[in-house]
């Protein structure tokens, strides 16, 4: 596609609810990022995928929160047993390489009720 | 943990008017880039300013980069009710694929 796409757009879920949340990045970007955004911050780093390879996950809060990349395109961040403080935008993004722009989905805004 | 400083934290400006945002960070880098976020929208890239470059332009946009202060600035030129976002410096560390970002300086242009 044009861009990336993330899926939903919005997600209400009730605490202790599973959540899975969908990025369909460039065709061809090798590099894939997570990011949670909270209101008025920037953005801080949850994982990094390398194709299908997750070469860095240290940014995951708990161990509730789980990313996969199988085939090495689309993306899913599953967070289980959701609680309040997952409440933030959840951004994703693709590179063609490290070193260059990153290309952002729209994100999905997830809040826990 | 965040490691770019934007500063102001907000600005608000006539439209036709210059506007400046600054960034500062703690760390020796590869690159840093300037990203720009409409309320409730995902990030565009804007650009990217190599750790050997002093300066770049993209259209009305110029990034300086001054490595021995470890500070950016992005200038728009000629303000637009259109350039109202958040805008936010990422810097990309040597040998690392993670961006580090600030928490941003919302921009607001008058018309």
């Known amino acids: 596609g044009a861009g990336v796409s993330q899926s939903p757009r919005y997600k209400v879920a009730k605490r202790g609810q599973d959540v899975a949340l969908r990025c369909d990045p460039i065709?061809?970007?090798?590099?894939l990022f997570w990011y949670q955004q909270a209101l008025g911050q920037g953005p801080e780093f949850l994982t990094y995928f390398q194709n299908e390879a997750q070469l860095d996950k240290s940014g995951l809060p708990s161990d509730r929160f789980f990313a996969e990349r199988p085939e090495g395109s689309v993306s899913t961040l599953k967070i289980q047993r959701t609680q309040q403080e997952d409440s933030a935008v959840y951004l994703c993004?693709?590179?063609?390489?490290?070193?260059?722009?990153?290309?952002f989905g729209s994100g999905t805004r997830l809040t826990v009720v | 943990s965040q490691q770019g400083e934007e500063d102001p934290q907000a600005l608000s400006i006539q439209e036709g008017e210059n506007a400046t945002m600054n960034c500062s960070y703690k760390?020796?880098?590869?690159?840093l880039q300037w990203y720009r976020q409409n309320s409730g929208r995902g990030l565009v890239h804007l650009i990217l300013?190599?750790?050997n470059e002093r300066e770049k332009h993209s259209g009305r946009l110029r990034v300086t980069l001054d490595t021995s202060k470890k500070s950016s600035s992005l200038l728009i030129t000629a303000s637009r009710a259109a350039d109202t976002a958040s805008y936010f410096c990422a810097t990309g560390l040597d040998s690392n694929y993670q961006l580090i970002w600030g928490a941003g300086t919302k921009l607001i242009i008058k018309p």
């Open positions: 065709s061809g970007h090798v590099s």
């Open positions: 300013i190599r750790s």
């Open positions: 760390t020796s880098i590869n690159n």
């Open positions: 993004a693709s590179s063609l390489q490290i070193d260059y722009g990153y290309t």
